[in-house]
């Protein structure tokens, strides 16, 4: 029975390979895709985040890079099946969108799978309409949110 978890950045190549090998188990090898096919140009510029069970155990993940635009972009967003309905991935996708906020990011795009399209209404985000179909076989809707400033401090008004 899942317990306690806590959200973590990956800090060691022990963590990293246990994030890959999560992403690649649950978002690339149900559709025979090779290990490596889940990673992409991306990886040492972007922020990651991975859920750490009692024992530390790597039960979930997501990842924020910056587009050339300045766009956030959420990718490989993923819990261990036993661990969802457990608040995981919104415990993920909070940390990933401070993190995006404290970058200075105003703006987060993702493609979400069919199937998730509620998880992601549920946080803010809008769907924007098609996304890609990924393996000929995963379609996916874009998604949008706009962050708002509350964890910028404030100016104080002038006199
Ligand atoms: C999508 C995913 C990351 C959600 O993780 P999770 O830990 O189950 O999500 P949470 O328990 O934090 O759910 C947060 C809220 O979203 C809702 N939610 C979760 N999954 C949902 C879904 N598929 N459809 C609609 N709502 C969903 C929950 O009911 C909960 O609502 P509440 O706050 O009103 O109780 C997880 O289901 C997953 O790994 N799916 C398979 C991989 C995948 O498709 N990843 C997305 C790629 S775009």
Redesign the pocket.
């Known amino acids: 029975m899942p317990g306690s978890f806590r959200v973590e950045s990956p800090s060691t190549p022990d963590h990293y390979r246990a994030c890959f090998r999560l992403r690649w188990q649950?978002?690339r090898a149900p559709w025979q895709q090779p290990p490596g096919s889940e990673q992409d140009a991306h990886e040492t510029a972007a922020w990651h985040r991975m859920v750490l069970d009692a024992h530390g155990e790597v039960v979930?993940y997501?990842r924020l890079h910056r587009e050339q635009d300045g766009t956030g972009r959420?990718?490989?967003?993923?819990?261990?099946?036993q661990?969802?309905?457990?608040?995981?991935?919104?415990?993920?996708?909070e940390s990933l969108e401070k993190a995006a906020r404290d970058q200075g990011m105003t703006r987060i795009l993702?493609?979400?799978?069919a199937?998730?399209?509620?998880?992601?209404?549920?946080?803010g985000y809008r769907d924007l309409g098609p996304g890609p179909l990924l393996f000929g076989v995963i379609a996916?809707r874009r998604m949008e949110k706009r962050l708002d400033r509350k964890c910028a401090r404030r100016r104080p008004a002038p006199d």
């Open positions: 649950l978002l979930g997501g959420i990718r490989y967003m993923c819990v261990m099946p661990w969802r309905g457990r608040g995981v991935g919104a415990a993920l996708l993702l493609d979400a799978r199937p998730v399209i509620g998880f992601y209404l549920r946080h996916h």
